[in-house]
């Protein structure tokens, strides 16, 4: 327990002011944001809104995975979700290099074979955002009328790009 005491501590503290508890799971402005684990993305700050606002969905790239489509149909369904951010980003190491090479990589670095998964790097983080939309938007099992937007976030700037 000695490694995660930092985040331990930080948690009493956090407990200490803590001032959500009347939040429900519901997305308080139906929103979800599908973004990528890149820890200097804060979602829900970049789009101005705070805990229990929205549902974020975060994954290496920001791609839409059938985990992904299967954690929206509960959000769409059931916890008020009705709009749906795709939002990628500059500087992303999914979109630096090939699957090989993003394998490679990780065998040089830590000696483990990982040809065995789909890591989903993409070359064309464009194109690859707007497969993703469609994807969305053709997947038949969210609930209708849900609206998607794809944007951009550039990490340099703090600004997001609309795609649609």
């Known amino acids: 327990m000695e490694i995660f005491s930092d985040l331990l501590a930080a948690n009493k ?27 200097r993305i ?69 000696g483990v074979d990982t040809r065995g998964i789909e890591i989903r790097t993409v070359r064309d983080q464009l194109t690859a955002l707007k497969t993703d939309i469609t994807r969305i938007e053709s997947y038949p099992l969210l609930a209708q009328g849900i609206k998607v937007m794809g944007a951009i976030y550039d990490v340099s700037t703090g600004l997001i790009t609309p795609i649609n």
């Not at 959500?20 to 139906?30: I, M, R, V, Y």
Request: proline share 2%.
């Open 13 to 39: 503290d956090f407990a200490a002011a803590f001032k959500s508890e009347a939040l429900t799971g519901q997305a308080k402005k139906g929103l979800a944001i599908v973004t990528c684990m890149d820890s």
């Open 42 to 110: 804060d979602p829900l700050h970049i789009v101005g809104m705070h805990a229990g606002d929205a549902k974020i969905l975060r994954n290496a790239g920001a791609r839409v995975t059938d985990d992904v489509l299967r954690t929206l149909v509960l959000a769409t369904h059931l916890l008020g979700v009705t709009r749906i951010l795709v939002m990628p980003h500059t500087d992303c190491r999914m979109a630096s290099g090939t699957e090989d090479e993003i394998h490679a990589a990780i065998k040089e670095k830590s």
